[in-house]
């Protein structure tokens, strides 16, 4: 089965500093990874995708299928992008159906 | 336009009875799916329709979660015989169709459920 790993529950940085959301994940097929990002008192929306390669409010992430990884980075953490960050795998099942497994999510503090 | 939305907002019931949680995709959108997020965790999958048939409810937990959505568009969550366990946010997203394409799934804001 499939499982995602975030192994930071808070990770706290200084306004400028750089920032780095690690997630990992465990699958035998080929993944597709997410990551959503839930501000305060805000539904959870997608931040990013892998198939994309875009950059979303200056996140970037990369996915490395050798260290099954998909870390999320910003080079300057800004005030506002403090909030809880999943990352998720999506998998098709036999039944049709397209599933995300989600990690349990790291809460990023970026103190002023 | 609208996003999904949910209600109630907040549910609190007493352990042993039944509930119903509603959900409202965004319109057009064929794929619809629930997911309970305890404390501390991220989302786990529930049960998921393409049109009005549940394709997969591999994530429900026992036959006590049950889940319709008989004219393809809004879908509601029921629970029978509430336990304690069951306190959770459930949460409830749509997509255009789940197909080749890993369309994004958009998520509604939740239901908390509190099983007293």
């Known amino acids: 089965a499939q499982r995602v790993t975030q192994p930071e529950k808070l990770l706290s940085v200084f306004k400028g500093a750089p920032v780095e959301l690690k997630c990992n994940y465990s699958?035998?097929?080929?993944?597709?990874l997410f990551w959503y990002v839930q501000y305060s008192r805000q539904r959870l929306q997608l931040l990013l995708r892998h198939i994309s390669r875009e950059s979303i409010k200056g996140f970037t992430a990369d996915l490395n299928k050798g260290e099954t990884s998909f870390h999320l980075k910003k080079p300057f953490a800004q005030e506002e992008d403090s909030a809880m960050y999943y990352c998720?795998?999506?998998?098709?099942?036999?039944?049709?159906?397209?599933?995300?497994?989600f990690g349990k999510g790291t809460k990023l503090s970026v103190i002023p | 336009g609208a996003g999904v939305s949910q209600t109630p907002s907040n549910k609190v019931t007493e352990k042993g009875k039944y509930v119903e949680l509603r959900c409202d995709p965004i319109s057009g959108h064929t794929a619809l799916y629930w997911y309970r997020q305890s404390l501390g965790q991220g989302p786990e999958f529930l049960i998921y329709f393409q049109g009005t048939g549940a394709a997969d409810d591999s994530g429900l937990p026992n036959d006590r979660f049950f889940a319709v959505r008989p004219e393809g568009s809004v879908s509601t969550l029921k629970i029978q015989r509430t336990e304690r366990g069951d306190s959770a946010v459930y949460l409830c997203a749509s997509s255009p169709r789940a197909g080749d394409v890993p369309f994004p799934q958009y998520f509604g804001p939740g239901t908390r459920l509190t099983v007293l």
């Open positions: 699958y035998s097929g080929s993944p597709e």
């Open positions: 998720a795998l999506g998998v098709y099942s036999g039944a049709g159906s397209y599933q995300l497994t």
